[in-house]
């Protein structure tokens, strides 16, 4: 009786564990509605401190305030990013795991041997975009992007990237492509080592986002000749660069930022967080993160997140020449 009374405990606490951690994990209920538990996981597939971990952290902190929950920020980092994607791969079904996602999602698949695709996920919400700015060194001849193009269709130019799959490099090859033009591409690791060739004149010109633009901008190191968006930044200190489309570039490029949930989750669970989401993006929180970082907040989410994607990963494709 003792064995049989101590089994029969042990089973109820087995029991109670899982209906906890179902609890935790989230779920639907009884009339439907999801509900993605007490703790939720971010995945960030950077290391920390950088522009994805930045975004990451930012919109977990986001989400904690619209619902309730604990959001916690993981790091798993490896492959450029293509580890934090497997491990979102393999939590297929689970509402309650998130990925702060951006550009290497359309561009792992291109240049790396992986088992996913963004239609391997469920594509939430694209918080922003981060518009290239080509800029050039204080003292260079060129005043405008049409200058660059010109000079190129009669010498060799130099233009430095960051990464050789980089927001910067997919840019430049789209401009090259319309403009009938080629530059000779100087990569380096980071964006810090390209804005030092460019100002130490070993390169000719160089493309970046705004946030890793502004010291130089501000010291007068550097100048802008045209942002590669749609239309002109509002920011103080970008409001007089012109857009590419003004200098006759019709090139736009981003790195978008934002954030999925893995495939195979429920439909409310998909809807609970598109909701969540648009709640997030009417808090200050959210145009704190937007301003720091001089992003534009050209948001999407669910099925017209998925249709901005497949466009994106066309674009980038063609780009890295695949």
Request: charged content about 20%; hydrophobic content about 40%; glycine content about 12%.
């Amino acid at each position: 009786m003792k064995r049989r009374s101590l089994l029969a405990a042990g089973a109820l606490g087995t029991l109670g564990m899982t209906l906890a951690a179902c609890g935790e994990s989230g779920g639907s209920g009884e009339d439907g509605e999801f509900d993605p538990g007490n703790r939720v996981t971010m995945i960030v597939p950077f290391s920390a401190g950088g522009g994805s971990d930045i975004a990451g952290r930012a919109i977990a902190a986001g989400l904690e305030e619209v619902t309730g929950s604990t959001v916690t920020v993981e790091n798993r980092v490896g492959g450029s990013g293509a580890v934090g994607y497997s491990d979102l791969r393999n939590s297929e079904g689970d509402g309650s795991v998130l990925l702060a996602s951006e550009t290497a999602l359309n561009t792992l698949p291109i240049v790396q041997d992986v088992d996913f695709t963004y239609e391997s996920f469920t594509p939430i919400m694209k918080a922003g975009e981060d518009f290239n700015i080509v800029v050039v060194a204080a003292d260079s001849p060129y005043q405008s992007i049409s200058d660059v193009i010109d000079a190129a269709k009669s010498e060799q130019l130099t233009a430095a990237v960051s990464g050789s799959t980089g927001p910067d490099h997919i840019a430049w090859s789209l401009i090259e492509q319309e403009q009938d033009i080629t530059l000779e591409r100087v990569t380096f690791e980071s964006s810090s080592e390209v804005l030092a060739a460019l100002m130490g004149g070993h390169v000719q010109v160089a493309a970046s986002n705004p946030g890793e633009l502004t010291g130089q901008l501000e010291s007068g190191d550097i100048r802008a000749l045209c942002a590669l968006a749609p239309e002109r930044y509002e920011y103080e200190l970008l409001a007089d660069i012109p857009t590419g489309a003004e200098e006759g570039v019709n090139v736009t490029f981003a790195q978008w930022r934002g954030f999925i949930a893995p495939g195979g989750i429920e439909d409310a669970a998909r809807e609970y967080w598109i909701e969540k989401a648009k709640e997030y993006e009417k808090t200050e929180a959210f145009s704190e993160f937007i301003e720091s970082n001089m992003l534009q907040p050209v948001t999407a989410y669910g099925d017209e997140f998925v249709s901005y994607l497949e466009q994106y990963s066309a674009d980038v494709e063609s780009a890295l020449g695949n």
